[in-house]
Protein backbone atom coordinates (compact mmCIF):
# COMPACT_ATOMS: atom_id res chain seq x y z
CA UNK A 1 0.00 0.00 0.00
CA UNK A 2 1.07 3.75 -1.05
CA UNK A 3 1.28 5.95 2.14
CA UNK A 4 0.31 9.63 1.05
CA UNK A 5 1.83 11.75 3.49
CA UNK A 6 -0.10 14.72 3.61
CA UNK A 7 0.46 16.46 6.91
CA UNK A 8 2.62 19.06 7.66
CA UNK A 9 5.44 18.36 9.79
CA UNK A 10 6.44 21.48 11.83
CA UNK A 11 7.69 22.24 15.58
CA UNK A 12 5.23 25.07 16.01
CA UNK A 13 1.70 25.60 15.62
CA UNK A 14 1.36 27.19 11.41
CA UNK A 15 -0.36 30.75 11.87
CA UNK A 16 -3.13 31.83 9.74
CA UNK A 17 -1.98 33.21 6.77
CA UNK A 18 -0.11 30.30 6.07
CA UNK A 19 -0.14 27.21 4.19
CA UNK A 20 2.20 24.01 4.93
CA UNK A 21 2.32 21.88 2.13
CA UNK A 22 4.12 18.50 1.63
CA UNK A 23 7.12 18.35 -1.24
CA UNK A 24 5.70 15.82 -4.09
CA UNK A 25 9.28 16.34 -6.26
CA UNK A 26 12.55 17.12 -6.44
CA UNK A 27 14.77 17.88 -9.63
CA UNK A 28 17.91 18.89 -9.95
CA UNK A 29 19.99 20.64 -13.04
CA UNK A 30 22.81 22.20 -12.06
CA UNK A 31 24.64 22.36 -8.84
CA UNK A 32 22.72 26.14 -9.03
CA UNK A 33 19.68 25.30 -10.43
CA UNK A 34 16.61 22.96 -8.87
CA UNK A 35 12.88 22.54 -9.10
CA UNK A 36 10.47 21.33 -6.94
CA UNK A 37 6.59 20.51 -6.77
CA UNK A 38 4.61 20.38 -3.89
CA UNK A 39 1.07 19.68 -2.92
CA UNK A 40 -1.60 22.41 -3.67
CA UNK A 41 -4.18 23.54 -1.14
CA UNK A 42 -7.28 23.14 -2.05
CA UNK A 43 -8.58 26.86 -1.48
CA UNK A 44 -5.37 27.91 -3.06
CA UNK A 45 -5.99 30.27 -6.22
CA UNK A 46 -3.30 32.39 -8.44
CA UNK A 47 -3.32 33.72 -11.63
CA UNK A 48 -0.69 32.25 -14.18
CA UNK A 49 2.79 34.38 -13.90
CA UNK A 50 1.93 35.34 -10.15
CA UNK A 51 4.37 34.74 -7.00
CA UNK A 52 3.99 33.73 -3.62
CA UNK A 53 6.18 33.87 -0.04
CA UNK A 54 7.62 30.81 0.85
CA UNK A 55 9.48 29.31 3.65
CA UNK A 56 10.83 26.45 5.91
CA UNK A 57 9.77 25.27 9.08
CA UNK A 58 12.89 24.82 10.52
CA UNK A 59 12.37 27.92 12.69
CA UNK A 60 10.06 29.79 14.88
CA UNK A 61 10.46 32.68 12.80
CA UNK A 62 10.84 31.30 9.49
CA UNK A 63 12.52 33.40 6.57
CA UNK A 64 9.83 33.61 3.66
CA UNK A 65 11.19 34.97 0.30
CA UNK A 66 9.16 36.18 -2.94
CA UNK A 67 8.94 32.53 -5.22
CA UNK A 68 7.50 32.79 -8.49
CA UNK A 69 4.77 29.90 -9.10
CA UNK A 70 6.07 28.03 -11.72
CA UNK A 71 2.91 25.81 -12.53
CA UNK A 72 -0.07 27.22 -14.41
CA UNK A 73 -2.96 28.24 -12.53
CA UNK A 74 -4.85 24.90 -13.53
CA UNK A 75 -2.21 22.30 -12.09
CA UNK A 76 -3.10 20.28 -8.81
CA UNK A 77 0.50 21.11 -7.94
CA UNK A 78 2.18 24.04 -7.03
CA UNK A 79 5.97 24.40 -8.77
CA UNK A 80 8.72 26.54 -8.28
CA UNK A 81 12.17 26.46 -9.84
CA UNK A 82 15.31 27.83 -7.66
CA UNK A 83 18.85 29.26 -7.45
CA UNK A 84 20.82 27.52 -4.58
CA UNK A 85 22.85 30.18 -2.64
CA UNK A 86 25.84 28.92 -0.48
CA UNK A 87 24.82 31.49 2.72
CA UNK A 88 21.19 32.23 1.04
CA UNK A 89 19.20 32.57 4.33
CA UNK A 90 15.64 30.46 2.91
CA UNK A 91 18.01 28.91 -0.40
CA UNK A 92 20.97 27.12 2.07
CA UNK A 93 17.96 24.80 3.49
CA UNK A 94 15.63 24.88 0.88
CA UNK A 95 18.39 23.14 -1.46
CA UNK A 96 18.33 20.25 0.36
CA UNK A 97 14.47 19.60 0.65
CA UNK A 98 13.53 15.93 0.32
CA UNK A 99 10.15 14.47 -0.74
CA UNK A 100 7.75 14.14 1.96
CA UNK A 101 9.14 17.52 3.50
CA UNK A 102 7.18 20.05 4.30
CA UNK A 103 7.45 23.57 3.01
CA UNK A 104 5.30 26.58 4.46
CA UNK A 105 3.15 29.28 1.58
CA UNK A 106 1.53 32.36 2.40
CA UNK A 107 -1.58 32.37 1.11
CA UNK A 108 -1.87 35.27 -0.60
CA UNK A 109 -0.65 35.29 -4.49
CA UNK A 110 0.80 38.52 -6.61
CA UNK A 111 2.30 39.63 -9.05
CA UNK A 112 2.24 41.97 -12.83
CA UNK A 113 3.54 39.40 -14.99
CA UNK A 114 -0.24 37.74 -16.00
CA UNK A 115 -1.95 38.33 -18.92
CA UNK A 116 -4.34 40.90 -17.31
CA UNK A 117 -1.56 43.42 -17.35
CA UNK A 118 -1.19 43.48 -20.80
CA UNK A 119 -3.35 44.90 -23.54
CA UNK A 120 -4.53 42.51 -26.40
CA UNK A 121 -1.58 42.11 -29.05
CA UNK A 122 -0.59 39.77 -31.20
CA UNK A 123 2.90 38.63 -30.54
CA UNK A 124 3.78 38.25 -26.75
CA UNK A 125 7.63 38.36 -26.21
CA UNK A 126 9.05 36.87 -22.30
CA UNK A 127 11.98 38.08 -21.93
CA UNK A 128 13.94 35.97 -19.06
CA UNK A 129 17.85 35.61 -17.12
CA UNK A 130 18.32 32.74 -15.41
CA UNK A 131 15.63 31.70 -12.61
CA UNK A 132 13.66 34.53 -14.11
CA UNK A 133 11.94 31.90 -16.65
CA UNK A 134 10.11 30.87 -13.68
CA UNK A 135 6.41 32.70 -14.40
CA UNK A 136 6.68 31.88 -17.96
CA UNK A 137 7.20 28.48 -17.01
CA UNK A 138 3.38 28.83 -15.69
CA UNK A 139 1.94 31.04 -18.22
CA UNK A 140 2.90 28.97 -21.00
CA UNK A 141 1.77 26.20 -19.58
CA UNK A 142 -1.69 28.47 -19.27
CA UNK A 143 -4.28 27.79 -22.01
CA UNK A 144 -5.33 31.51 -21.42
CA UNK A 145 -2.14 33.02 -22.89
CA UNK A 146 -2.51 31.67 -26.78
CA UNK A 147 -6.38 32.19 -26.25
CA UNK A 148 -4.86 36.15 -26.33
CA UNK A 149 -1.90 36.10 -28.04
CA UNK A 150 -1.09 34.03 -32.08
CA UNK A 151 2.46 33.93 -31.10
CA UNK A 152 4.32 33.60 -28.01
CA UNK A 153 8.37 33.74 -28.24
CA UNK A 154 10.09 33.12 -24.67
CA UNK A 155 13.46 34.33 -24.49
CA UNK A 156 16.22 32.41 -21.82
CA UNK A 157 19.39 33.73 -21.61
CA UNK A 158 21.99 32.11 -18.59
CA UNK A 159 25.39 32.53 -18.36
CA UNK A 160 26.00 28.44 -18.91
CA UNK A 161 24.51 25.60 -21.27
CA UNK A 162 23.60 23.74 -18.69
CA UNK A 163 21.56 26.88 -17.55
CA UNK A 164 19.22 26.23 -20.06
CA UNK A 165 17.90 22.89 -19.89
CA UNK A 166 14.97 23.37 -17.45
CA UNK A 167 13.30 25.80 -20.39
CA UNK A 168 14.41 23.56 -22.68
CA UNK A 169 12.35 20.15 -21.05
CA UNK A 170 9.72 22.71 -20.42
CA UNK A 171 9.30 23.64 -23.77
CA UNK A 172 9.02 20.58 -25.13
CA UNK A 173 6.90 19.01 -22.50
CA UNK A 174 4.10 22.06 -23.35
CA UNK A 175 4.51 21.21 -27.21
CA UNK A 176 3.34 17.25 -26.15
CA UNK A 177 1.15 17.92 -23.55
CA UNK A 178 -2.33 17.01 -23.98
CA UNK A 179 -4.09 20.54 -22.66
CA UNK A 180 -1.58 22.47 -23.85
CA UNK A 181 0.43 21.07 -26.90
CA UNK A 182 -3.01 21.88 -29.22
CA UNK A 183 -3.13 25.52 -28.07
CA UNK A 184 0.88 25.67 -27.47
CA UNK A 185 1.95 25.42 -31.45
CA UNK A 186 2.77 29.06 -31.51
CA UNK A 187 5.14 28.83 -29.04
CA UNK A 188 9.05 29.84 -29.78
CA UNK A 189 11.97 29.32 -27.34
CA UNK A 190 14.77 31.31 -28.21
CA UNK A 191 17.71 30.68 -25.66
CA UNK A 192 21.25 32.08 -25.66
CA UNK A 193 24.27 31.58 -23.47
CA UNK A 194 26.89 34.56 -22.59
CA UNK A 195 29.35 32.80 -20.94
CA UNK A 196 29.85 29.47 -22.92
CA UNK A 197 29.97 28.72 -26.75
CA UNK A 198 25.45 27.68 -27.85
CA UNK A 199 24.70 28.27 -31.41
CA UNK A 200 22.73 31.74 -30.05
CA UNK A 201 25.02 33.58 -27.85
CA UNK A 202 24.60 37.50 -25.89
CA UNK A 203 22.70 39.57 -23.95
CA UNK A 204 18.78 39.72 -25.54
CA UNK A 205 19.42 43.55 -24.54
CA UNK A 206 22.32 43.19 -27.08
CA UNK A 207 20.41 40.87 -29.67
CA UNK A 208 17.46 43.53 -29.56
CA UNK A 209 20.01 46.04 -30.19
CA UNK A 210 21.66 44.34 -33.15
CA UNK A 211 18.29 43.25 -34.40
CA UNK A 212 19.79 39.43 -34.41
CA UNK A 213 17.21 37.55 -32.62
CA UNK A 214 14.50 39.17 -34.93
CA UNK A 215 16.13 37.81 -38.11
CA UNK A 216 17.28 34.36 -36.30
CA UNK A 217 13.22 34.62 -35.56
CA UNK A 218 12.40 35.39 -38.91
CA UNK A 219 10.19 38.43 -37.11
CA UNK A 220 9.77 42.08 -37.72
CA UNK A 221 11.33 44.57 -34.74
CA UNK A 222 9.16 45.06 -31.94
CA UNK A 223 6.44 47.42 -32.75
CA UNK A 224 3.71 49.08 -30.20
CA UNK A 225 0.78 47.85 -32.60
CA UNK A 226 1.85 44.21 -32.31
CA UNK A 227 3.91 43.07 -29.60
CA UNK A 228 3.52 42.71 -25.91
CA UNK A 229 6.61 41.74 -23.43
CA UNK A 230 7.29 40.11 -20.09
CA UNK A 231 10.02 40.95 -17.84
CA UNK A 232 11.65 38.95 -15.50
CA UNK A 233 15.29 38.81 -14.50
CA UNK A 234 18.02 40.42 -12.48
CA UNK A 235 17.42 44.13 -11.47
CA UNK A 236 20.12 45.31 -14.35
CA UNK A 237 18.56 43.27 -16.79
CA UNK A 238 15.21 44.48 -16.05
CA UNK A 239 16.66 47.81 -15.92
CA UNK A 240 18.24 47.03 -19.59
CA UNK A 241 15.14 45.35 -20.96
CA UNK A 242 12.80 47.61 -20.01
CA UNK A 243 14.74 50.49 -22.04
CA UNK A 244 15.16 48.75 -24.92
CA UNK A 245 11.15 48.15 -24.61
CA UNK A 246 10.59 51.56 -24.51
CA UNK A 247 13.22 52.42 -27.47
CA UNK A 248 10.66 50.44 -29.54
CA UNK A 249 7.37 52.60 -28.63
CA UNK A 250 5.75 50.18 -25.37
CA UNK A 251 4.46 51.42 -22.19
CA UNK A 252 4.46 50.01 -19.13
CA UNK A 253 1.21 48.75 -17.59
CA UNK A 254 0.24 47.18 -14.12
CA UNK A 255 -3.02 45.37 -13.08
CA UNK A 256 -4.94 48.44 -12.93
CA UNK A 257 -3.25 50.14 -16.03
CA UNK A 258 -2.88 47.58 -18.57
CA UNK A 259 -0.43 48.72 -21.33
CA UNK A 260 2.50 47.17 -23.75
CA UNK A 261 4.98 45.53 -21.22
CA UNK A 262 5.34 44.26 -17.61
CA UNK A 263 7.73 43.68 -15.58
CA UNK A 264 8.79 41.48 -12.49
CA UNK A 265 12.34 41.54 -10.63
CA UNK A 266 13.25 37.56 -9.90
CA UNK A 267 13.27 37.54 -6.46
CA UNK A 268 15.80 35.11 -4.69
CA UNK A 269 18.97 35.75 -3.22
P1 LIG B 1 26.43 38.19 -18.66
O1 LIG B 1 27.06 36.84 -18.54
O2 LIG B 1 26.91 38.99 -19.83
O3 LIG B 1 26.48 38.97 -17.36
P2 LIG B 1 23.02 36.65 -13.72
O4 LIG B 1 23.27 35.23 -13.29
O5 LIG B 1 24.14 37.60 -13.44
O6 LIG B 1 21.68 37.18 -13.29
O7 LIG B 1 22.95 36.60 -15.31
C1 LIG B 1 22.07 35.76 -16.00
C2 LIG B 1 22.14 36.12 -17.45
O8 LIG B 1 21.65 37.46 -17.62
C3 LIG B 1 23.57 36.12 -17.98
O9 LIG B 1 23.58 35.51 -19.24
C4 LIG B 1 23.92 37.59 -18.02
O10 LIG B 1 24.86 37.94 -19.01
C5 LIG B 1 22.59 38.21 -18.36
N1 LIG B 1 22.53 39.61 -17.94
C6 LIG B 1 23.09 40.14 -16.83
N2 LIG B 1 22.86 41.46 -16.76
C7 LIG B 1 22.12 41.77 -17.84
C8 LIG B 1 21.56 43.00 -18.34
N3 LIG B 1 21.74 44.15 -17.68
N4 LIG B 1 20.86 42.96 -19.48
C9 LIG B 1 20.68 41.80 -20.14
N5 LIG B 1 21.20 40.61 -19.74
C10 LIG B 1 21.90 40.59 -18.60
Not at 200 to 219: H, P
Request: aromatic residues 10%; charged residues 25%; contains cysteine.
Amino acid sequence: MTLVINTPNTDFPVPTGIFAQVVTSVEHFTDQLFKFRISRPDSFRFRSGEFVMIGLPNAEKPVFRAYSIASPSWDEEIEFYSIKVEDGPLTEYLQKIKVGDTVLMRKKPTGTLVNDALLPGKRLWMFSTGTGIAPFASLIRDPDTYEKFDEVILTHTCRKVAELTYGQQLVAAVKDDPLCGEFAQGLRLYSTTTREDYPFQGRITDLMASGKVFTDLGVPPISAEIDRGMICGSMAMLHDTKAALIGFGLAEGSNNRPDTFVVERAFVD
